[in-house]
């Protein structure tokens, strides 16, 4: 058996694990790769070793650096199955369609405002294939064992997101581990992730491995600070926000400060057709996170839900202290980018990231203190307030996750590949490891290969 790294190697985006047996090719994730230019354009390359005529894919979770090339496959004639935790399925049916429908609209954008070079803008992929290729998947459940030709493959929890699932497969007496992304152990709304057993070799994810998450970090403080600045200030606060996890946890935190009469309570707007169907289903799977179902409903109801554009377009009437809540988390795309046209030159306003943000994505640069923004071939003063808030982070940490290799049944000097981490990430928790563990630790180069 040989592994493959296509994607998610040397960088912290575009995940894709090639298997390989003497009979059998899976792939263990499907993302795009997102962030820096020279990252994006491997989107657009010719697809690596045939990986449209693979036998299947198995995801770890939806989030689409890790699912979204999905429908590339698709379009490049692959219709094999793609399997994942049946919350994953139902993740992906609204993230891919969206990731369609949005790379649609830029592209037109683009086109009827000349702002690209290409006279035609093309998306990758549009919202039709996008839905076309969410008939591939097939959804399991955590520890129910399945077969991929000569593959045995199970999902345990993760922790994370809703479904997210870290990924263990069988096959010419070897036992590979894919850690997926690993969820913190005292996440306010997700579980901790399950142990690993014991393996030949680990694929590990290391987004956190250069960073300890403060043990003073209190995102309900942090949050009700940056909502009572603005509101006195009279402005508006922007929060760009990920669709999956994060503006579910955005809503139920600021609706529980609001009732407990810690910020003054305000119209919160969730101007994001994909968040709004995906609070939806953490409320469906409720069981698998902390909030209980009566959580979820009052949360939900107390937020406004913008579905249309038109209804989008309204809230740049809203007088006084107001909260909007759009997609996309780093800033990379979605309706948040319209409600910067409006507020971003306001000294009043603040925009608050709730998450991590990869290099070179506007808000890694906001973040960094840039005067001005580029959008839509515009260049934007950045006036507002930039705030980040921590604590929501759905990543585990360097120590967390040596505690959660602890609490495994990995044996010592069992191999570890490093995975899924920006370069001073990925060398920084290599180091740590090395000192402070018995594991035979190195990091995957990008379309290196492991043979087993």
Not at 44 to 56: A, E, H
Not at 268 to 282: E, F, K, Q, T
Request: with cysteine; hydrophobic share 35%.
């Amino acid at each position: 058996m040989r592994v493959v790294f296509l994607g998610g190697a040397e960088t912290v985006t575009g995940s894709k694990y090639l298997v390989e047996t003497e009979s059998t090719r899976i792939l263990i994730d499907c993302g795009l790769f997102q962030g820096y230019k020279w990252l994006r354009r491997r989107n657009w390359q010719p697809l690596p070793m045939g990986i449209n005529q693979v036998d299947g894919v198995v995801l770890t979770h939806a989030h689409l650096d890790h699912s979204g090339f999905v429908p590339v496959l698709y379009k490049e004639g692959f219709r094999g199955p793609v399997f994942a935790h049946h919350a994953t399925s139902g993740l992906c049916d609204i993230l891919w369609a969206d990731s369609g429908r949005i790379q649609e609209e830029d592209a037109k954008y683009l086109g009827k405002h000349k702002l690209s070079r290409h006279e035609k803008p093309e998306p990758l992929y549009d919202e039709a294939t996008a839905k076309s290729a969410i008939r591939l998947l097939q959804g399991v459940e955590f520890h129910q064992q399945f077969e991929i030709g000569d593959i045995k493959v199970t999902l345990q929890p993760a922790g994370h997101i809703l479904g997210a699932s870290s990924i263990i497969i069988e096959a010419e007496g070897k036992r590979v581990g894919f850690s997926g992304d690993i969820g913190r152990p005292q996440d306010i709304m997700m579980y901790p992730p399950e142990p690993l057993p014991d393996l030949d070799l680990l694929l590990l994810e290391s987004t956190y491995g250069n960073r300890l998450h403060a043990k003073t970090e209190n995102a309900e403080e942090q949050l009700e600070e940056v909502v009572n600045e603005t509101a006195q200030s009279g402005g508006v606060l922007l929060i760009p926000s990920f669709s999956v996890g994060r503006a579910q946890l955005l809503q139920y935190l600021l609706v529980k400060l609001m009732d407990e009469g810690r910020v003054p309570k305000q119209p919160i707007y969730l101007d994001s057709p994909m968040a709004i169907n995906v609070s939806g289903l953490y409320q469906r799977f409720h069981s698998l996170h902390k909030l209980t179902d009566s959580d979820c409903s009052r949360t939900f109801a107390r937020v406004e839900y913008t579905r249309s554009v038109d209804e989008s377009k309204a809230i740049a009437s809203q007088s006084g202290p107001h909260i909007i809540i759009a997609g996309s988390g780093m800033a990379t795309g979605g309706r948040i980018l319209h409600h910067f046209k409006r507020w971003l030159s306001d000294h009043r306003a603040t925009v608050l990231f709730s998450g991590h943000q990869a290099g070179g994505t506007r808000g890694a640069k906001m973040l960094q203190g840039v005067e001005s923004i580029k959008l839509h071939g515009q260049w934007l003063p950045v006036k507002a307030r930039i705030r980040s808030l921590e604590g929501l982070s759905g990543h585990a940490d360097y120590q967390e996750i040596a505690d959660w290799l602890e609490q495994s049944s990995l044996k010592p000097n069992t191999p570890i590949q490093l995975v899924h981490g920006e370069l001073d990430a990925l060398e920084t928790f290599r180091d740590y490891l090395m000192q402070n563990t018995t594991y035979n630790v190195d990091v995957a180069d990008y379309q290196g290969v492991y043979h087993l």
